[in-house]
């Protein structure tokens, strides 16, 4: 518990580098940045340059989403040269997820810009204070933990594929495992230039150059002028009610806030919510993302009109490899921020230390086919950084990583908060269940009784022995609005972390 700011997220040295800045005087946005930065280091499987994110920030005056996700490539007309690498992905050797790979699933990065920009909007710390530590750490390296050992061991197809990437994870012919030390020097580079010299390299110049290059050479269409038009963007985020909190979420393009939105409003009607009203608003959830759903994201007004349809169809029948950092300050400002790099394309560009992202292959994000999405728009995501807020004061931020279940994992978490009277950290760890592809996944710890009313009803229910990362890792901060007392949560299927200031 503290008064004066907390960060959560997924590494212990990643939370303690935003708890220093704001020990140092910085405020929730400094915090996350420089948590951001550091998780390219300690998490780079799942974010670095090369990724696309999210960042919400509550300043208790306004609540703004910098939307720096990956953009299609394509608009210098390259055409891809290369197919889809398929790569299943084992979460245990029963539960597989392919995951498609290779320079043709490569989009338009953006985290550089992005962090860029919420400093200069939000932010009280130079850049390259933030970045300093981050590329000393890459420099110097860190000792691989058992969470880290553990991405390294199911993405190990992925991050050996190409000869630049297992020269990282592999230096010896062998990949890292618990207790090596990982060293990325040509990130601490790459993080060096972005505190020097600011985001334009790596969308203008040098940097930007030799990403393109590599993508093109490999059969990609990632072009220079892709690159160089990229910009952050700021939107309004997506209100949603439950009980009497008010939740604010990513808007679209982004598909995973409006889904969180919808099924807040739809559990808000039940008096009480079990296991099966659960698993059928998400049902109701994955059936609403339909291809007119999709195509709806990019049109104005689209959420106001989904949601109001969907509050209609409700009262009618009544229902029966992505990171997340979320730091607070003393002042209650809130930093919830998602990033991505998928699972990595396995390209990683020389001198440089980007890897660059693959979600032109990420199947979650392309649910009806590959290669559809207009060139030069915003990917859709899952990535929903959110913030709770009772009578206008921040009651909680929070976000997940986790592909499809962040929406489930989020919802999860804010029922257990607000419905359950949970404290943050009970909250998080509490057992989780997901609804996808006719398949009921469950934690143990889901009521029993519950699972084999559902078995009863046709559903296919799976049981996992132990919590899994499969279910995403929320991160997250609650306050006390009374005392203003924070307490952080940091997800153990993910290796969360907390740090106070």
């Keep these: 518990m503290s008064s004066r700011g907390v960060v959560a997220a997924g590494h212990p040295l990643t939370a303690e580098a935003g708890a220093r800045v704001l020990r140092e005087g910085g405020n929730a946005v400094d915090a ?45 007309g390259n055409e891809r040269g290369a197919e889809l690498v398929p790569i299943p992905v084992y979460f245990t050797p029963e539960s597989a997820q392919v995951f498609h790979v290779g320079a043709a699933s490569c989009g338009v990065p953006g985290t550089p810009a992005g962090l860029e920009e919420a400093l200069r909007r939000f932010g009280s710390v130079p850049l390259t204070e933030l970045t300093t530590p981050a590329a000393r750490l890459a420099r110097e390296g860190h000792p691989v933990n058992s969470e880290q050992a553990y991405f390294l061991s199911i993405l190990a197809p992925i991050l050996t594929h190409y000869p630049e990437a297992a020269t990282v994870y592999a230096p010896d012919g062998r990949l890292l495992a618990e207790g090596d030390e990982f060293v990325f020097e040509d990130l601490g580079d790459g993080l060096e230039r972005l505190g020097s010299d600011g985001s334009a390299p790596f969308y203008r110049g040098e940097v930007a150059a030799a990403v393109s290059d590599l993508v093109l050479e490999r059969g990609g269409s990632l072009g220079r002028a892709d690159l160089s038009n990229y910009e952050p963007i700021a939107r309004q985020p997506v209100p949603a009610r439950f009980r009497d909190r008010e939740v604010l979420t ?14 807040l409003d739809l559990l808000d009607r039940r008096d009480s919510i079990g296991t099966e009203q659960l698993v059928a608003v998400m049902e109701a959830a994955q059936e609403a993302r339909t291809e007119e759903f999709l195509d709806g994201l990019y049109e104005p007004g689209f959420a106001d009109e989904f949601l109001d349809a969907a509050r209609l169809r409700a009262a009618a029948d009544r229902l029966g490899s992505t990171t997340h950092i979320t730091a607070v300050d003393a002042a209650g400002r809130c930093a919830s921020v998602t990033c991505s790099n998928g699972t990595g394309s396995g390209l990683i560009v020389p001198g440089t230390g980007i890897h660059v992202n693959n979600m032109l292959g990420e199947e979650d994000l392309n649910p009806h086919g590959f290669h559809r999405h207009i060139e030069g728009r915003r990917m859709p995501s899952m990535m929903s950084p959110t913030v709770v807020l009772h009578d206008g004061e921040l009651e909680a931020g929070l976000g997940s990583g986790g592909s499809n279940r962040i929406r489930s994992a989020i919802v999860q978490t804010i029922l257990r908060l607000v419905d359950g009277g949970l404290e943050v950290a009970k909250a998080v760890v509490a057992p989780r269940v997901h609804f996808e592809a006719g398949a009921v996944q469950a934690e143990p710890g889901i009521d029993a009784e519950a699972l084999a009313a559902l078995e009863r009803r046709g559903y296919e229910v799976v049981r996992w022995p132990a919590l899994n990362v499969f279910f995403g890792g929320v991160h997250a901060v609650a306050r006390d609005p009374g005392t203003s007392d924070l307490h952080g949560a940091g997800d153990p299927r993910r290796g969360g972390a907390v740090a106070v200031a």
């Design 32 to 76: 996350a940045v420089a948590a951001v930065l550091t998780s390219f280091v300690t998490e780079s499987p799942l974010t670095g340059l090369g990724a696309g994110g999210y960042m919400l920030v509550h300043t208790g005056d306004e609540t703004v989403v910098l939307d720096f996700f990956v953009a299609v490539p394509g608009v210098d």
């Design 250 to 263: 990513n808007p679209p393009p982004s598909s995973g806030g409006i889904l969180i939105a919808f099924a």
